[in-house]
Every structure is written in structure tokens, then in C-alpha cells.
């Protein structure tokens, strides 16, 4: 057996280790040699080694084989081997450990030691790893230890008591008197202990808080000593008598006065000291200073200490030290909903910090600046904010872009200067958007009705551009799609006219089309734009329709559908094609309802459904036109629309127009992923088919669908559904109860299931119909839903 | 509930862990966890910014003292500014014990840098705000420590 090395020389072993591989090789033959030493029983050398094993554990190591050695270390009658035992166990050992209900006998016994160094090994490990059980079994221990004379004993019962009451709420009342006769204390460990105690005693038990709320009186003495008194060389910081005390003493007092007048008058006259006398030149008194003004604001102050303590926090935004002004930034923060005018005045400061190369106080300024949005100072407001968002860092831009969203929609002056903000946006950080502006976008253009030649034209311009930030080539072929007879017509008032002829608006969407720099998504954007033109322009039709015709072969799913189907218009539907393709009335829009002092700006989340008004005829272009709005509004992942979707939204064009919303609400929920079907019914011409879709862990959407094989058509077509009892079970309305001839248009049942107890799901499903006046009735058995993901 | 620290870390400028102290318990992996991304955010900052980062939901307060940064989470209540002092005077308790202290006596004397915070710390909270007290009780328990024969101290049995 090797001789266990000192434990510098194993540390100066491993450092000299010139790679991961002979480090690992050198800790190996250390840490066999430590286990073989903990077997020994009675050793020299037992704290070294377990010291070296904590080195090892600190490295990365594990370290586990030492537990039972801490264990064993601390009921030693040495102390330095208790000491490292202890240490040992506050670095190995948790709550969570078995191991360490262990060592409770030997805390409990050690914190009766004659030597107060023992006892506070033991209350310091308590206070470092004691479970809640330890804690209760040992409170009433620590409780007598906060009575002792010795003062070094009393401050570690304090803090070891905070520990107790954050593990086990009730014990609170226990301390509280002990808690309070140390208020009288002259030693500033001890007493900073006592105010850390009431002050987590007050934070959890409102009765306590009450109580103590009588000590206010005695705590504005303490803390007119330390500010009055003068220079102590045992507590002097900079300048500042024991600044932690006096911040945590501070702290108390807002707790203490918050939302209580009595209180807060008798805290005034110190607060309004301390915020006058107070050394502002070095961090300590600072920090006193700030603790200071966020008790002020917290409190029920009278206005005049109010106004001075946010004349700090401005004095803060002007020092040199970024640490100031990221906390004056913080702290404005939080009172700016309160406080705004007072905060207004320092707006000019904060909106320099936008400027400032610390990218901490950038985000602070940033917060606050949006905060700061209103209707008088939007434009000056916007020009930094904009100019901000093209030099800031990219972790901000999408904040700072949504935010600028937000302030936009609520403050803009203007349609045309809140389009043209947007437009900044989107050629500045367009990358960094969310993907509800592109709706949002294009619902505000379709509102701003006078607006729409310019806007298609400064589209149009942005597009020949850059192609490269999909939001923005997005809505701007939506916009030259339905906007490009504006286009072409040249004559704008608000924009320097430009002649844009045919083909060169085919050119750019052609462009899009093909570019490697499109997405998926983009691409059919420009598809559809480019039909779109079809009715708007006059000699280029068969350009489009060649267009057209190529990509009906794409590769690109989605693409090829939307191809085919802008093929069959010009083919098969040709008499429809310029009703199809007129001009998108006015999208109204389910407005979000911000509230004041929302800096961040949620933009709408999910995407609203949009109420189309026009008539649905029931056949399939215009079923292709509401695929169009869904991959607008819903498909932000670029995966290709599945055909059965497709299949059962042109479904639901046959059904009244509220369950066309209902549709598209549901899809905003699934996914768009392929669901499995399988058939239930196949009898008397009647073809049921069910898929589902799982909501959550417990619930589950089932969809029915029914079609007729026969040639004369089906009516009163119902269906009912029974599951297990535990299930609850919500059927909606059916989409129809007619069935026509040849399946040409089917019938949807949606039903909701809600599965708590997670039984096995069964549904029994009637079908009831009528066919060449004869009246059908049957049952079927569903024994196990298809697997649903 | 605001106030307190949830862990203290020093490491070095080439991510060496040389002290972990922990206030609240994780389990080993999320403990990781924690120190890979504090050394990866604040190792990450250039010099003469702020000593103030947010990560998830605290606030972290960190100094560089020669090749040592000293890394602290605090809750959302805590002072970030007195927490700057409190690092601070963490700093001067091993300078002064260990005189001009290094990172080297603190990798070769670990345990003695976490003796002393255990003076000055307890639970995330201040435990003694005067300089001399804690050197005081160093001093004294370095004493008892090095007494050689090792006096046995009979504790009182407890029943």
C-alpha cells in the first residue's frame, strides 16, 4: 500500500498533470489510496485525507465513498477532525442524502459542547444542509442557544434559526421572542442576525409582522447610531459605519412600513436623513443610498421624500459608474407604472444609455425607454428606438422589435408613419420578428384603404432591394398581389412616381420565387401573388400561366398543391377566376386590449382567425383560397399542408360561416401533422372514418368523418357516442347532416374527450340516417382509439 | 421570499473551479449546470462593463481580483451594490489571514478559504460585518486546532 501523500503535495501532483488523461490517472491512485485509509480504523493522517478527497470532489471528482467517513469524522472528540468532517459533510452531503440523518445526533450533541468553536461547527452546518426534519427536531436546541450569553454563539443561532424558518414555516413563532430581546443587543453580529431573523419572521407570518411593527421606534434608534456615530475603525466602510447593517436594518423598515401609515410617519424623518447625509462617492454609501430609496418608494412616504428619492435615482443615471446607472435604470423599472411623470423627466438620460457599450445597461435602457412610450414623445421616441434597434445586440433585437410593435400600435400618430415604422422594422431586423407581424402587417395595410398605392410602391421598392428577410418579402408580395393594379397605374400622391411596367412585377416575383434565400413559406407567397395579378394586369397572362404551370411540378408540396390547383382555375374554373381573385375586403382584427405600462408589447400569440365575409361558394377554388388565409395566418412552420386538411376545410365551406371560424380555431390548436385514420363503419353505403388528435395528457380530440357511397343521397344523418364513465365526453356540431350522392362532400364530427383517470379510451358510436326514405339505425364498437400523437 | 445569496463560486480566468459554496441544495447536476454557465456568461464579459447580469431569475453580481472571479446569485430582493462590498470584504478576510493572498494559497489552503467564509457567511446571509471579529475567531480556532495531543473536550451527554 502506497503512503498517502500530505495533501499539498497530491494538489502540487495534479496541477503538475500536463493532460486531462494523467490527471485522471494520478487522482485515481490518490483516491485508492484514501479509500484504503478510511478502512483503516484509527489513523494520523484521517483529516489530511479527507481533505484531499474534497479537493478531488471540487475538481469534478466524485466523491460519494466519503460520506461515511464525514459521518465518522465529526462524532470524532478531535476537533480538527471535526472540522473537516463538518466540512466535509456541508460539501457532500445534502437533504436529500440518507447519510446525512446521520450525522443529527452528533450536530445535536455538538451543539452543547463546552467549546463554542464545536458548537459552531455544528450550528453552522445545520444552517448550511439541515433538512426540515433535522430542523424540527433541533429547533428548540437552537431557540436556547439563542438566549446564551456568549454573543459569537448567539449571532450563529440567529442565522441558523433563518435557515429553520425557511425550511419549516411554523416554527417562526417559536423565535419570534428570542428574536426580539436581541433588538437590544450593542454587538453588531449579533444584532445584524436579529434583523436578518425578523425580517424573515415578518415576510412569512402577517400576525408577526404586526407585532413587531411596535419595534420600529427601537430600529430608527439603532440606525440613527450608525449613521450619527462617528468614525468606528471595527465597522468603517469608505467612509460609511457598518453600510450591512444599515441596509439590512433598511430593509426591515420597508417591510415594517409598507402599506402602514402609523409606521412609515415614524421611519420619515430617519429615511430623509440618511438620503441627505449619506457619502455618495464610494459603493458602500451608495448602496446604503439605494437601499434607502427603495424603502422610500415602498412605503407610504410623504410626497416631498418621495420626490427625493427619485431625484436620486437621477443623480444615479448621471454617475460615471455603470454600476450605478444599471440600478438606477432597475429601480425606475419598477416604480415607472407609479411614478411616470417623475420618471418622464429623466427620459432624455435613459434614452442615452441606449447608447451605452455594456450590453447589461443597453437592456435596462432599453426596458425602460419602452416604458417610457407615449403619445407626446412617440415620434422622438421612435427615431431612437429605431435607430437603436439597427446597432443594438442581437440577444435584443427581438425584444426591442416587439416592443417598438407595441408602442407603434398604441401611440401611432398616423397610419402612414405606423406602416413606415413597421417597414423599418422589417428591413432593419426583419429576422428577429415574431411570426404574428407578418398577419398583423398585412391586416393594418388592408384597413389603411387611402393608403394603399403607397404602400405597395415603397413594397415594391423594398422588395427590388433586398430579398433576403422573409417578413418583410412576405407581406410585400401579399401586398403586390392584391395591390399590383395600384402598382402598375404609377400615379401615387404621397411617393416619387415611378413607371413599373408588367414585367418587371413578374420579374421580381419571379425573383422570390427562386431564389435559395425564400422559404417554403415565402415561395407560395409569391405563387399566390402572381396569380393573383392575373385579373390585375392586362397583356402578361400567359406569363403567369406558364409560371403556373411549371411549378404544378414542383418538389415543394405545398407549392405543387397551390400550383395544380391556380391551374385548374385557369382551366376548369376560368369564368371564376376574377371572382376568386378580387380585391380581400377589410380584416377585421380581435384587438389584444394592452394594457397600460406593458413595456414588452405581447403581440398577439395565437394567430386570430379571420372572418371572411364574402360568400363561400361550395366548391374547390374557393376552398383553395381558404387553405391561402390558413397558411397565412396558421402555418408558421413550413411543412406542407397534408391533403386530408385541405380535403376538410372544403368540406366545411358547405356548413353555415360560424363553423368556419370554429375550424379555424381548431387548426390553430392541432398541429399540422398527418393524423391516423381508421374506418368504423362501413355499411348501407355510410363510410365512417375516425382520427384523433391528442390535446394534452389527458385530452383528445376525435373527428368523425362520414361519406356516402351510394348514388342517392343521405339526410338526417346523426351520430351519438358513448365512452367509459369516467370520461367526460363534449360532442360539437356536426358540419351537416346531409350526404350526398358519391361522396363529393362529406360530414365532420368533432367530438372532445377529456381522459383524468387515463382508463382505456372505448367509444360506442350510433349512426342514424335516412336513405330513399328508409330509415337506418346502427351500432358500432370502437375497442381501442387509434395511437395518437 | 428576497434576500439572500444562492451560491458563491470563485473560479479562475481559464473556468478552474477553486471554491463552490452552495445555499440552497441542487442536485450534482444541476450544480453543473450552474457553474458552467456562470463561467460561460461572465468569463464571456468584457472588461470595464457592469458587475450585473440577469440569469433566469436572479440577479448575478461578479469581480474579478487578479486571475480570481468571484461569482454570487442573488434572489430578487438583494442589494447588488451591497453584495460589491460583500465580495469585496470577502477578499480582504483572506488577504488579510493569508497576507497578500494569491490564487495559489487558495488552491493549496482550500479548506482554510472556506473555514473563513463559513465566518463571514452562514445561509446565504452576513453572518459578522466586523473585520476583526472574524479574524479574531480564526485565529482562535486555528489554535484549538493545532493543539497538539489533541485535548480531548468531553462533551456533555445529552439524553
Redesign the interface.
Known amino acids: 500500500m502506497s503512503p498517502s501523500v500530505p495533501l499539498q503535495e497530491m494538489i502540487r501532483a495534479i496541477r503538475s498533470a500536463r493532460t486531462q488523461c494523467e490527471e485522471r490517472g494520478v487522482i485515481q491512485r490518490e483516491c485508492a489510496a484514501i479509500r484504503a485509509q478510511f478502512r483503516q480504523a484509527d489513523n494520523e493522517g484521517r483529516s489530511h485525507n479527507l481533505a484531499k478527497l474534497l479537493y478531488v470532489h471540487m475538481l469534478g471528482y466524485p466523491a460519494h465513498f466519503g460520506q461515511m467517513e464525514c459521518v465518522r469524522m465529526i462524532a470524532s472528540p478531535r476537533y480538527s477532525e471535526k472540522r473537516v468532517g463538518y466540512l466535509g459533510a456541508m460539501m457532500l452531503l445534502d437533504e436529500k442524502q440518507d447519510a446525512s440523518l446521520l450525522i443529527t445526533n452528533s450536530i445535536k450533541n455538538d451543539l452543547s459542547h463546552s467549546s463554542q468553536f464545536v458548537q459552531s461547527l455544528a450550528l453552522c452546518t445545520l444552517a448550511c444542509m439541515g433538512s426540515a426534519e433535522m430542523c424540527r427536531d433541533l429547533a428548540p436546541e437552537i431557540d436556547k442557544l439563542l438566549r446564551s450569553s456568549n454573543s459569537y454563539i448567539k449571532k450563529k443561532a440567529a442565522l441558523c434559526a433563518v435557515h429553520i424558518v425557511r425550511k419549516v414555516n411554523e416554527l417562526g413563532e417559536l423565535f419570534a421572542p428570542a428574536a426580539r430581546s436581541l433588538l437590544s443587543e450593542k454587538n453588531h453580529g449579533v444584532l445584524h442576525g436579529a434583523v436578518v431573523l425578523i425580517t424573515e419572521l415578518c415576510e412569512r407570518s402577517p400576525e408577526t409582522l404586526e407585532r413587531f411593527r411596535k419595534s420600529v421606534p427601537e430600529l430608527v434608534h439603532i440606525m440613527k447610531g450608525l449613521v450619527l456615530s462617528g468614525y468606528s475603525p471595527e465597522h468603517d466602510v469608505a467612509g460609511i459605519s457598518d453600510p450591512f447593517l444599515q441596509v439590512r436594518i433598511l430593509r426591515l423598515l420597508r417591510i415594517l412600513g409598507h402599506n402602514n401609515e402609523v409606521a412609515s410617519d415614524a421611519m420619515n424623518d430617519l429615511l430623509a436623513q440618511v438620503a441627505t447625509n449619506t457619502d455618495s462617492t464610494k459603493t458602500a454609501g451608495n448602496a446604503v443610498l439605494y437601499e434607502t430609496v427603495l424603502t422610500v418608494l415602498d412605503i407610504k412616504s410623504e410626497s416631498g421624500l418621495r420626490v427625493l428619492a427619485v431625484n436620486i435615482l437621477g443623480r444615479f443615471l448621471l454617475n460615471n459608474d455603470r454600476n450605478i446607472r444599471y440600478i438606477a435604470m432597475t429601480s425606475l423599472q419598477k416604480i415607472v407604472g407609479t411614478d411616470h411623470i417623475a420618471v418622464q423627466r429623466h427620459r432624455g438620460t435613459i434614452v442615452d444609455c441606449l447608447k451605452d457599450p455594456d450590453a447589461s445597461v443597453k437592456r435596462r435602457a432599453l426596458e425602460l425607454s419602452l416604458a417610457l412610450v407615449s403619445a407626446s414623445n412617440i415620434r422622438s421616441m421612435m427615431k431612437e428606438l429605431l435607430n437603436f434597434l439597427s446597432t443594438c445586440p442581437l440577444e435584443l433585437r427581438a425584444q426591442a422589435a416587439s416592443g417598438i410593435f407595441a408602442a407603434a400600435e398604441r401611440y401611432s400618430p398616423s397610419q402612414r408613419w405606423h406602416i413606415d415604422t413597421i417597414l423599418h422594422v422589417l428591413t432593419t431586423a426583419g429576422g428577429d420578428v415574431r411570426d404574428e407581424t407578418v398577419p398583423n402587417l398585412i391586416q393594418l395595410i388592408t384597413t389603411a384603404s387611402e393608403l394603399h398605392c403607397y404602400t405597395v410602391h415603397k413594397l415594391y421598392r423594398a422588395l427590388l432591394q433586398d430579398i433576403s428577410q422573409q417578413p418583410l418579402v412576405q407581406v410585400a408580395c401579399w401586398c403586390i398581389g392584391e395591390y399590383g393594379d395600384l402598382l402598375l397605374k404609377g400615379d401615387c400622391q404621397e411617393i416619387e412616381p415611378v413607371q413599373v411596367n408588367e414585367n418587371d412585377v413578374l420579374d421580381a416575383l419571379e425573383t422570390v420565387l427562386q431564389s435559395h434565400m425564400s422559404s417554403p413559406t415565402t415561395r407560395g407567397f409569391a405563387l399566390t401573388a402572381t396569380m393573383k395579378l392575373s385579373t390585375r394586369i392586362t397583356e402578361n397572362v400567359d406569363r403567369i400561366r406558364s409560371i403556373v404551370s411549371i411549378y404544378g411540378s414542383c418538389i415543394d408540396l405545398e407549392l405543387q398543391q397551390r400550383a395544380v390547383e391556380y391551374n385548374a382555375l385557369f382551366k376548369k374554373y376560368d369564368h371564376m377566376r376574377a371572382a376568386v381573385l378580387e380585391r380581400m375586403p377589410i380584416m377585421e382584427k380581435n384587438s389584444t386590449g394592452q394594457t397600460n405600462g406593458e413595456t414588452t408589447g405581447e403581440l398577439v400569440k395565437e394567430v386570430q382567425p379571420v372572418k371572411v365575409i364574402q360568400g363561400q361558394p361550395p366548391t374547390q377554388p374557393p376552398a383553395s383560397q381558404v387553405c391561402d388565409l390558413l397558411d397565412l395566418l396558421g402555418d408558421s412552420n413550413d411543412s406542407g399542408k397534408p391533403s386530408s386538411s385541405s380535403a376538410q376545410s372544403s368540406n366545411n365551406t358547405s356548413s353555415p360561416g360560424g363553423d368556419l371560424l370554429d375550424l379555424l380555431g381548431g387548426l390553430d390548436l392541432m398541429p399540422p401533422t398527418p393524423v391516423p385514420t381508421i374506418p368504423v363503419y362501413e355499411k348501407n353505403g355510410v363510410n365512417l372514418t375516425l382520427s384523433c388528435q391528442k390535446q394534452s395528457e389527458t385530452s383528445l380530440i376525435v373527428t368523425l368523418t362520414a361519406s356516402n357511397s351510394t348514388d342517392a343521397d343521405i339526410t338526417t344523418f346523426t351520430l351519438q357516442a358513448a365512452v367509459p364513465k369516467s370520461v367526460q365526453l363534449l360532442m360539437k356540431a356536426p358540419s351537416g347532416d346531409h350526404l350526398p350522392a358519391c361522396g363529393t362532400v362529406k360530414v365532420t364530427q368533432v367530438v372532445v374527450l377529456n381522459n383524468p383517470n387515463k382508463v382505456n379510451l372505448k367509444m360506442r358510436i350510433r349512426v342514424s340516417f335516412t336513405s330513399q326514405g328508409v330509415a337506418f339505425q346502427d351500432t358500432v364498437q370502437v375497442d381501442s382509439l387509434p395511437e395518437c400523437r | 421570499?428576497g434576500?439572500k445569496m444562492r451560491f458563491l463560486l470563485l473560479f479562475s480566468r481559464q473556468g478552474k473551479?477553486?471554491?463552490?459554496k452552495w445555499?440552497t441544495?441542487?442536485?450534482d447536476r444541476e450544480k453543473?449546470k450552474v457553474i458552467r454557465d456562470m463561467m460561460m456568461m461572465v468569463l464571456a464579459r468584457p472588461p470595464?462593463?457592469?458587475?450585473?447580469?440577469?440569469w433566469r431569475d436572479l440577479k448575478i453580481v461578479y469581480k474579478r481580483y487578479a486571475s480570481l472571479y468571484f461569482c454570487t446569485g442573488l434572489e430578487d430582493?438583494d442589494?447588488?451594490?451591497?453584495t460589491?462590498?460583500?465580495l469585496h470584504?470577502y477578499v480582504e478576510l483572506l488577504d488579510k489571514y493569508f497576507g497578500n493572498v494569491c490564487e495559489l494559497d487558495i488552491?493549496?489552503n482550500?479548506?482554510k478559504a472556506?473555514?473563513i467564509l463559513?465566518e463571514f457567511l452562514?445561509?446565504g446571509?452576513?453572518?459578522?460585518?466586523?473585520?476583526?471579529?472574524v479574524a479574531g475567531?480564526l485565529e482562535?480556532?486555528d489554535t484549538?486546532?493545532e493543539?497538539k495531543d489533541?485535548t480531548?473536550?468531553?462533551?456533555?451527554?445529552?439524553y
Not at chain 2, 48 to 54: A, G, H, I, M, S
Not at chain 2, 125 to 133: D, F, G, N
Not at chain 2, 152 to 158: A, E, G, L
Open positions: 421570499m434576500g473551479l477553486r471554491l463552490q445555499f441544495p441542487l442536485t453543473k470595464r462593463t457592469c458587475n450585473f447580469l440577469q430582493q442589494n447588488e451594490l451591497l460589491l462590498e460583500v470584504r488552491i493549496f482550500f479548506e472556506y473555514f463559513d452562514m445561509g446571509e452576513i453572518l459578522e460585518t466586523s473585520r476583526m471579529a475567531s482562535e480556532a484549538l486546532q493543539v489533541q480531548v473536550y468531553y462533551s456533555v451527554p445529552q
